[in-house]
């Protein structure tokens, strides 16, 4: 054979889909597991077309999964975002959307065994050490697909999956604030850099001349935008201890305005070089946690809640998120965990096929 199977289950996770694998069934060393994953994607042209991504950093991403060794995880969960058009693969961040799909696919793997009508997995997201509950319907031990839960972005209704973040604080950089100070200002605009569930350096969208409520093709449109708001993420990266995040996905950028439609905020949010069609999971408890600290870029754009858990509803381009955000302000904001429902939905199974100059296979290397 000139081609190489790999056994992937193919899932909608949230607002962003793509391959799930087991650990296992992947090359160990990065390097190759960087090249395979190229292959898997198409990466490296607009629409992937030799491969299975989308066309669109929310189609492009990978997860694997394996059974944990930590005495706490059920899971072990290892993202990866592969670029659309540059064959380039970044393990550091993680991925909330297609983190709703984990569940779901480790017990279409066998990876766990469903429990009667909810079945409860805890999942650490190995990329940044963050721990996730996951509860996923699985009425009279089945798992169910089918349900009445509708998110923005996603047509349809599906089953819920009902996600619980804790340990987010600093998970990649090891603080809240990285730059220490709860705002900075770089090139003239100011910004608060933090660390909840995913680094953000989030900006006024009025310090950009836009509104904060521009749709994501008037955003992806506006290059003067892009090349301003890049030359500040790449400051603000090497400000919040990251290096040169050039070539990172990470930190992300996102823009905020007061809420127009009942909301907390409205924010847009970028992955960085495009703008999200939706809200990422992760970027959105960052930008709850930005509303809900004073001091922050958010101050004057909404009345912040003072009682514990409190609901920030996040307008985003395609409708809201809700998150709901366990926190205590005694000796200033801090987050103990961070609450989201979303859906997904298996989508293929079976094997996708990689060239054997890329990978031989296990096999071959065992």
Request: charged share 20%; with cysteine; aromatic share 6%.
């Amino acid at each position: 054979m000139t081609q190489t199977g790999i056994p992937y289950v193919f899932m909608r996770g949230g607002t962003s889909r793509g391959p799930y694998f087991r650990r296992e069934d992947l090359p160990e060393d990065r390097e190759t597991l960087a090249k395979v994953l190229i292959a898997v994607v198409g990466s490296g042209h607009a629409i992937n077309i030799d491969g299975i991504g989308g066309g669109a950093a929310v189609t492009t991403k990978v997860a694997m999964l394996s059974r944990s060794e930590d005495d706490w995880a059920d899971i072990d969960y290892f993202f990866a975002q592969v670029s659309v058009e540059e064959q380039m693969v970044d393990f550091k961040p993680t991925c909330g959307n297609i983190l709703s799909g984990v569940g779901p696919a480790a017990i279409e793997m066998g990876l766990i065994d469903p429990a009667e009508d909810v079945t409860e997995i805890r999942i650490r997201a190995t990329n940044t050490g963050a721990r996730v509950v996951a509860k996923v319907r699985t009425p009279g031990g089945r798992l169910s697909y089918e349900g009445s839960t509708e998110i923005a972005g996603v047509p349809g209704v599906s089953s819920a999956v009902q996600l619980t973040f804790m340990g987010v604080v600093g998970s990649a950089t090891g603080a809240f604030l990285p730059t220490g100070n709860l705002r900075d200002e770089i090139d003239g605009v100011e910004v608060t850099c933090m660390d909840v569930a995913m680094p953000v350096v989030l900006a006024r969208a009025t310090d950009f001349g836009l509104t904060g409520y521009e749709s994501v093709e008037e955003l992806d449109a506006n290059r003067a935008f892009f090349k301003r708001m890049e030359a500040i993420r790449l400051k603000a990266g090497a400000a919040m201890g990251m290096g040169d995040v050039s070539k990172s996905v990470t930190p992300k950028f996102a823009v905020i305005a007061p809420a127009q439609e009942g909301g907390t905020i409205a924010a847009r949010y970028f992955m960085p070089w495009k703008a999200h069609p939706t809200m990422a999971v992760t970027g959105a408890q960052c930008i709850a946690s930005c509303a809900l600290t004073p001091g922050s870029v958010a101050d004057g754009m909404l009345e912040r809640p003072t009682d514990s858990p409190a609901e920030i509803v996040i307008e985003h381009a395609s409708g809201r998120i809700d998150v709901l955000v366990d926190f205590t302000t005694e000796g200033g904001f801090s987050l103990t965990a961070a609450g989201l429902v979303r859906t997904a939905r298996k989508l293929a199974d079976g094997q996708v096929y990689v060239p054997r100059a890329v990978w031989a296979g296990q096999e071959v290397n065992a």
